[in-house]
């Protein structure tokens, strides 16, 4: 019993940290409505500023350098001290400036512009922010920082409250500090007239604004008491959570939001107690689950300590979830319109075979070769974010449990597989049944979705923000209790599960060559195939009966059930078809990487999941896909390192990110995938207009047969790219696709002397040429001249040659971006008709004729 | 018997009775009515019927299936589907999949069957559908999304979509609100048509002369109870309604000039 109290009493350390991270939660969404999930990223990074402004004597600027020349740089460090050090109390001030001045950027730049976006787009805004700061932090800071050191000394009490063992002060200090800094919040919100009309705008923001408060002004204030108490609370208690990193730090939302949901959002003292309780129960748990969990309840012991947060959580949410205070703002948005998909089977062929033939031009291209992977990785990728598009977009459930799904079905596969040898880089037997692929795969996927279910089961009784809250708890239960669980997976920590290569039709589909390298051609297109029937399951869920229930459901729910709707089934079917498409790309990930590993799949991936999913259009199957190509290791980053080489891009994806993601929540909440389907759009009807002969034969593979011919049309090409890459008689892969492209054009030129006469006319094909140098020459011209400029002062290894055509390049992308982007009439609400003419997928070939003039409007 | 018959229904919020021991039938195949001024608890009424309110007490029979315990969704498939005052429309979706939603039955697999043969799906709705557009002169807008049409459209579409499934009866929750004149005269004149086509129509409105002229028995509702009842010539002569309707203030002439306007608006018809 003793034992126990002991426990209690050193958890509450922990639990105070919990206690006034929930408490800062309530506070900023009394003040402003947003469920911040960057509360603990904006701390950590208050943090890190104070101990190395303490230790090292420099102060480092919440942004990085991201020009790449050397003589033209952001500040970024400053140095307060050559000696290395400084006084803890101005460090102390310093960082709870930072803190400040970070809590009042996260309301001005970030949340105000957003104070009527939906529900979605705030809480992406904050994923964004959480994003960025832990970008720059890792960038600044560094993962493997030296860990700060506590500001109290490390001593102890002997023999506590007659306890028997040695107390540490610290834990003391950090509880007396929750205690005061809950009563003076309380003291705050009750007495004082800030408190009063903070609470006045929670309840009715256009009744604050009535009676002369700015309901803004007031946001601000709390932001920033927010972010500094959070500040303050982990530079006291930080120390006793054990290593300190950016990641780990920002992970503590959890407990932070099961304290602030015990609080009701509402209350500051309860959300307090909450936290310190949460912390006492789960220190226990870890100390005691050895003798707790044992026999049949030692698979518990791993994942206990986590599962305590979803507990509290799900409690709350079902016992008050109708109690919970809904913020009455002037007015909310919708998600965007969700566009009726146009010819996915076109489409889907037509991108099927432009990732046939990359995959076969950069499997062995030297150094190239990670396109090969890239192409894989953005492949996979997208299957996953479709998964997002039909839950979020469609149905309107925010899930942060998109990766865990995809996880369990691909762990489940890999244990289905499983034969009890070891082999590849897991020398550890697994035992298992050792199943052949397609039906392993079947059962991870069938797990996947059973396992979807029960993780909607809560949206039945809630929905928006909260849900998401519930979903990331789930999430890291999930992580806890089975990916990382060596009793359950039998894998010891950190070794990978050996995943069999999976076969169609006795040809190998797997994605590892001899070279080790995931680069096989094979596997891309077994990966674009499978991603082309999520695509067109997803744009038939669209069309019929079932997407019309879930847009319904999306878009209002009291009139759904009027309709005759049951609203919780349907959710759950989003929830199930959605942990379907997620365990496809969960299982699709586990031959990709031929092994799997709990690393894979943290609940911080499927954060990035959501955001990415928003930041390409989360309600359109093209934006789930262009998602797909803008992760981390995918087609985007790689390209884009691959090009501006030299200058760490790819450090920046995180950080990048985050600001892609808050400045889409805020200009365009359709996503980028509407600038890609403009560009190529455009490119498309461009490519036909200005080669003879190409108008001839799209006019011939229209018609009601017209699936049949452009079948025929694909795997005339893929063979071609096939029998070109075997041939191997080019080097040059870059000469390898020019000579393709030019021996491609010339079949398919015969083929329009065949079918009838020429068109466009050589004559028609010039004027397109010379109307589009006349109309992109002077951009990629100053493009080229800044280019020529900028060489000297770069810190890449660009020749004179290369950098002044990126210049050029980099121009003409902007011009479009720009010209884009003041097109589109209203950031918030689009035409809808417009809307509705953003096909599913662009293709170069597929769209209607039209002449270089027409293509003068968007680009 | 009746096809929709409350008994002693009483729904309390606290203390409150918003509605205090109704008795309402609807016949088949008529239009019944409920008018009452402001907070007399009409739509909480219609709430109570469909499910979207608990009743405090009493019993709902429907087509002779005891409601009690029956979820919104499963009243509405039924055969009870209603509209609501504020339009409460499925902005994200055309006008036709609106109605399309609304009427489609799905079985529990229909979702494995839209996605393998899309071209199917819904197929067997569509003739409803349509019907339910022209029924209401919506055919030309089907494609469009509600928020481009007027407001006197997104009513109809309100209405279209509660016909879209064939109802047994329909609960009408003011129509006519916001609609202009010549808007509340078109519905009116369609509404008697709806009973040819098999269905049931309950209607409540403020506006007197739409209610006097349309329905076959109307029941009038004040403070939660029923005042009085009858055919709209007994209705009119009513001295509780009268009263109800028409007191001493300024604001309630007003209401007058409604009843006499409902009046001559009725012997125009005859």
């Known amino acids: ?859 | 018997m009746a096809l929709l018959e409350a008994r002693s229904l009483t729904v309390s919020y606290g203390g409150l009775h918003a509605n205090d021991d109704i008795d309402l039938d609807v016949q088949s195949g008529k239009l019944v009515g409920l008018i009452g001024p402001n907070g007399a608890g009409k739509t909480t009424f219609i709430d109570a019927i469909t499910g979207f309110t608990p009743l405090s007490f009493g019993t709902v029979t429907f087509d002779g299936v005891d409601l009690a315990g029956k979820s919104p969704d499963a009243r509405a498939r039924l055969g009870l589907t209603r509209t609501f005052q504020s339009l409460e429309l499925f902005e994200d979706l055309t006008v036709r999949d609106n109605l399309m939603a609304a009427a489609e039955r799905p079985r529990w697999f229909s979702f494995a069957t839209d996605i393998v043969l899309p071209g199917r799906a819904g197929r067997a709705y569509r003739e409803q559908v349509d019907w339910a557009l022209s029924i209401l002169k919506l055919s030309d807008f089907a494609d469009r999304l509600p928020s481009d049409l007027s407001h006197g459209q997104r009513k109809l579409v309100g209405v279209a979509r509660a016909l879209a499934a064939r109802p047994k009866l329909v609960l009408l929750d003011e129509p006519a609100a916001g609609l202009d004149t010549v808007e509340s005269q078109l519905l009116g004149s369609h509404l008697r048509d709806f009973l040819a086509h098999d269905m049931s129509l309950f209607l409540i409105d403020h506006d007197m002369g739409l209610v006097l002229n349309v329905c076959d028995y109307i029941y009038v509702l004040d403070f939660g109870r029923v005042i009085a009842q009858g055919t709209p010539a007994q209705v009119r002569a009513d001295p509780a309604v009268i009263s109800a309707y028409l007191g001493e203030s300024a604001g309630e002439a007003q209401a007058r000039h409604g009843v006499s306007f409902g009046h001559g608006g009725s012997e125009e018809d005859q």
Not at chain 1, 445 to 460: E, M, Y
Not at chain 1, 478 to 499: C, H, K, M, W
Not at chain 1, 732 to 742: G, H, N, Q, T
Not at chain 1, 765 to 785: D, E, M, Q
Request: aromatic fraction near 10%; proline fraction near 5%; charged fraction near 10%.
């Open chain 1, 1 to 859: 019993m003793k034992e126990i109290i002991f426990y209690l009493l050193i958890g509450l350390g922990i639990g105070s940290l919990y206690a006034t991270l929930g408490a800062g939660l309530v506070v900023v969404y009394k003040g402003s409505g947003v469920i911040n999930f960057a509360h603990g990223a904006l701390a950590m990074y208050g943090m890190f500023t104070f101990d190395a402004a303490w230790n090292r004597g420099q102060l480092y600027l919440p942004w990085v350098d991201f020009l790449p020349t050397h003589s033209l740089n952001l500040p970024v460090r400053i140095t307060l001290d050559s000696d290395g050090s400084w006084p803890m109390m101005a460090a102390l001030i310093v960082a709870l400036v930072m803190a400040a001045l970070l809590g009042l950027g996260a309301h001005f730049l970030v949340f105000r512009p957003l104070r009527k976006a939906a529900p979605l787009g705030k809480v992406v805004a904050s994923l964004g922010l959480a994003l960025y700061l832990q970008g720059v932090a890792l960038l600044n800071f560094g993962n493997s920082f030296p860990q700060p050191k506590s500001i109290f000394p490390d001593k102890s009490y002997e023999n506590f409250l007659g306890l028997g063992r040695p107390f540490p002060r610290i834990t003391l200090v950090a509880i007396a500090f929750a205690v005061l800094l809950a009563g003076a919040l309380w003291a705050i919100y009750r007495l004082t007239r800030f408190g009063l009309a903070t609470r006045a705008a929670a309840g009715n923001e256009k009744g604050a604004v009535l009676l002369g408060y700015s309901p803004q002004r007031l946001a601000a204030v709390n932001w920033v008491l927010a972010s500094v108490t959070a500040t303050l609370a982990v530079i006291i208690v930080g120390p006793i959570q054990g290593t300190i990193t950016p990641v780990g730090l920002t992970a503590l939302i959890v407990p932070a939001l099961a304290a602030a949901l015990v609080g009701g959002l509402r209350s500051v003292p309860i959300a307090a107690a909450g936290g310190l309780a949460l912390g006492a129960v789960q220190t226990m748990l870890d100390l005691k689950k050895s003798s707790w969990f044992d026999g049949s309840l030692s698979w518990l012991q791993d994942g206990v300590r986590n599962v305590i947060p979803l507990l509290v959580i799900i409690v709350v949410l079902f016992v008050r979830g109708k109690s919970l205070p809904m913020r009455g703002t002037v007015e909310e948005r919708r998600l965007p319109l969700s566009p009726n998909p146009q010819r996915i089977s076109q489409h889907a062929l037509v991108w099927v075979t432009v990732a046939a033939m990359a995959a076969f031009a950069f499997e062995a291209a030297g150094t190239r070769t990670v396109f090969a992977g890239a192409i894989q990785t953005g492949l996979v990728f997208a299957i996953i974010m479709l998964s997002v598009v039909l839950l979020t977009g469609y149905t309107g459930q925010i899930s942060l449990a998109q990766m865990s799904f995809a996880g369990i079905a691909a762990f489940m596969m890999a244990r289905m597989m499983a034969d009890g040898v070891g082999r590849g880089s897991n020398l550890v037997a697994v035992s298992g049944p050792g199943l052949p692929w397609p039906i392993a795969a079947a059962i991870g996927v069938a797990v996947a979705v059973v396992v979807g279910v029960i993780v909607g089961l809560p949206a039945v009784r809630i929905r928006g923000v909260q849900l998401a809250v519930v979903t990331i708890a789930t999430a890291i239960s999930i992580q806890s209790l089975y990916l990382e669980n060596d009793d359950i997976t039998q894998l010891r920590a950190g070794i990978p599960a050996f995943v069999k290569t999976p076969t169609l039709f006795g040809i190998d589909v797997g994605a590892r060559s001899v070279r080790q390298q995931n680069e096989r051609p094979a596997f891309a297109i077994f990966a674009a195939i499978v991603l082309a029937l999520c695509a067109i399951a997803l744009a038939n869920v669209r069309r019929t009966g079932v997407g019309r229930r879930f847009l319904a459901v999306r878009a209002n729910e009291r009139a759904a059930a009027a309709a005759g709707i049951n609203v919780a089934r349907t959710k759950l079917l989003a929830f199930a078809l959605s942990a379907a498409i997620a365990g496809i790309g969960g299982v699709m990930l586990g031959f990709k990487q031929v092994e799997v590993s709990s690393a894979n799949f943290p609940f911080q991936a499927s954060l990035v999941v959501l955001a990415f999913a928003y930041l390409g259009g989360i309600t359109s199957i093209n934006g789930g896909i262009v998602a797909g190509m803008l992760v981390g290791a995918s087609v985007v980053p790689v390209t884009s390192n691959y090009f501006f080489r030299g200058t760490n891009i790819d450090s920046y994806v995180g950080m990048l990110g985050g600001v892609g993601l808050i400045v889409t929540a805020i200009v365009h909440p359709q996503g980028v995938a509407p600038f890609f389907q403009g560009v190529m759009r455009h490119l498309g009807n461009w490519i036909v207009s200005a080669f003879p002969g190409l108008q001839t034969v799209r006019a011939a593979t229209g018609g009601p047969r017209r699936i049949v011919v452009q079948t025929g049309w694909a795997v005339l090409v893929v063979g071609f790219a096939f029998f070109v890459h075997r041939a191997q008689f080019i080097d040059d892969v870059y000469l390898w696709i020019l000579f393709s492209l030019a021996m491609l054009y010339f079949i398919v030129f015969l083929a329009s002397k065949a079918l009838g006469p020429t068109r466009p006319t050589p004559t028609d094909a010039r004027h397109t040429w010379a109307a589009s140098i006349k109309r992109f020459g002077p951009t990629a011209l100053v493009g080229y001249v800044l280019g020529w400029i900028i060489w000297p002062i770069r810190v890449d290894s660009y020749s004179k040659l290369w950098m002044p055509l990126l210049g050029a390049e980099l121009a003409l992308f902007i011009r479009s971006v720009v010209r884009q982007v003041k097109d589109a009439r209203s950031p918030h609400e689009q035409a809808p008709d417009e809307l509705a003419a953003h096909d599913v997928a662009t293709s170069p070939v597929s769209q209607s004729a039209t002449t270089a003039s027409t293509m003068a409007e968007v680009v």
